[in-house]
Structures are given as structure tokens and as C-alpha cells.
């Protein structure tokens, strides 16, 4: 099994910054892909930020200059550091990792999720 712990949420003011971090443990390959999704009660989960092995980024446009995602290979953990944020930021996140079994393929791997309430 792969297990995805994420750490960091909480409540914050407007304007403030959080910072999370979600790290994989188990048997595996390697991690190819790891991203930062988010929840709110009636939309669909979407997706806030992702990273390649290489550290290769890409954002959701509304996050782009205040959020960034970073990851340590050696560590197996994927951060995500989050500046500025607003009343619309509060969600629960949850991490990803695309997963190369042993002997197998690509597997998805969730987080348990995290919250992040900001508040005015």
C-alpha cells in the first residue's frame, strides 16, 4: 500500500499564509506527478496545482502568484505554500500522487484532505 499524510491546515485571516505538506510512504517505484486539489460542499473537486519529477509546475490561473508548489524527491513529500489567500480559498485540500508500482503501473493515490478556512 501507498499512504499520502498531508499536514498544515487551519484557519487564517484574509490576506494570510499557510503553508501544507502531504508525504508518501510505502512500497513503490517512484512518483511521477504530484498535485494539490481542492473540495467545497456542492462543486466538484478541482485541481490547484500539480508538479513533475523533474519540477515542472502548473497553477490555476487564480493562484498563480500567490500560491507555489515545490516538492522534495528525497523526501517524498509535495508542499504547497500559499500567500495572499481568500475567503474563496477555503476548502478542503487534498493531495495526489501518480504512483509506479513495483512490477506494476501508474496508480493514483489520495490524501485524506486537509481544511483550510480563511476567514475576514
Known amino acids: 500500500q501507498v499512504q499520502l499524510v498531508e499536514s498544515g491546515g487551519g484557519l487564517v485571516q484574509a490576506g494570510g499564509s499557510l503553508s501544507l505538506s502531504c508525504a508518501a510512504s510505502?512500497?513503490?517505484?517512484?512518483?511521477?506527478?504530484m498535485a494539490w486539489y481542492r473540495q467545497v460542499p456542492g462543486k466538484q473537486r478541482e485541481l490547484v496545482a500539480s508538479i513533475t519529477s523533474g519540477h515542472s509546475t502548473n497553477y490555476l490561473d487564480s493562484m498563480k502568484g500567490r500560491f507555489t508548489i515545490s516538492r522534495d524527491n528525497a523526501k517524498n513529500t509535495v508542499y504547497l505554500q500559499m500567500n495572499s489567500l481568500r475567503l474563496e480559498d477555503t476548502a478542503v485540500y487534498y493531495c495526489?500522487?501518480?504512483?509506479?508500482?513495483?512490477?506494476?503501473?501508474?496508480?493514483?493515490?489520495w490524501g485524506q484532505g486537509t481544511q483550510v478556512t480563511v476567514s475576514s
Open positions: 510505502g512500497t513503490f517505484a517512484s512518483i511521477s506527478t
Open positions: 495526489n500522487a501518480a504512483v509506479l508500482r513495483l512490477g506494476g503501473p501508474f496508480q493514483n493515490y
